[in-house]
Structures are given as C-alpha cells and as structure tokens.
C-alpha cells in the first residue's frame, strides 16, 4: 500500500515516513533513515516532523548505533517532550552506552508521563509491530538498566 501510494505521490512526505517506519520496524535501519530523511526534506515544517525525526532516531537504534540514536532521540524530545517513546529510545541508547545516569533520568521522565508503563507492556505491543526479537531483546535489556518496571 506504501508502494502504491508513493506511486500515485512520490513527494508525499506522509508516504515516506510510514515506509521508514515500517523499514525500521523490519531492522533495515538504512532504508529506514533514507526514507524518513527525505520525508523531511520534502516538508522540512511539517507538523509531524516529529514522526519523522523520532523514526530516524529509533531506526539508529536498531542499527546499534547508539550515539546517533541519542542525538536523534534528543531531537525527537525537544519536537514532542510530553510524549515517551522519544525517552523510551533515549534510555535504551544510553543504557547501552553505559551511561545509566541518563538513563534513568529517562526513565524516570517516562514513568511521569506514563505511571503504568511497564516493560512487559511494551513488549507486548511492540511484538506485534513485527520487531524482531533481537530488537525487543535488546529494548527490554536496555529498559531493565535504565530501571523501568517489569510489570
């Protein structure tokens, strides 16, 4: 369907961002980024830019690059601060940086904007975006030393 509307559209920036996101999703980090890049490109003001900058950042984080996924993430926080996928990616990335300060600070930013959030939860929802399980191990590793709650 993406393929299809990008047919009908190839400047629309919509269309792209969701190809990237369900690149990322699929652990193909690069396309990912490319297709969310030139959603920015093509509506550098959008009001969803945040969709887009926050899919950059969780396909970095995908990738295992972790620095860049902090970098994207505090983007992604500063176009969206109230919403907590944006803190969620940060803390992985910085768990597994080994900066546990940072992420528990996200953590604790996380649990403010959602008190019921659990990791259980998230995996939960994310195994049924198609993340591979390599990803949501990698997740969950990173929320546990960032010390979200199990359940």
Known sequence: MIDHALTLNPNSANAWCARGWVAAMQGR???AIEALQRAIRLSPLDPLRWLFV?????????????????????RYVREQPRLGSGYRIKA??????GRLRQAQECARRILELQPAFTISEWQRTYAEFMCSPETLAMCMDGLRKAGLPEE
């Open 92 to 97: 992985v990335a910085c768990a597994h940086l």
């Open 29 to 31: 980090a690069d396309p």
């Open 54 to 74: 926050g899919g950059i950042s969780f396909a970095h984080l995908v990738a295992r690059r972790f620095e860049e996924a902090v970098d994207w993430a505090d």
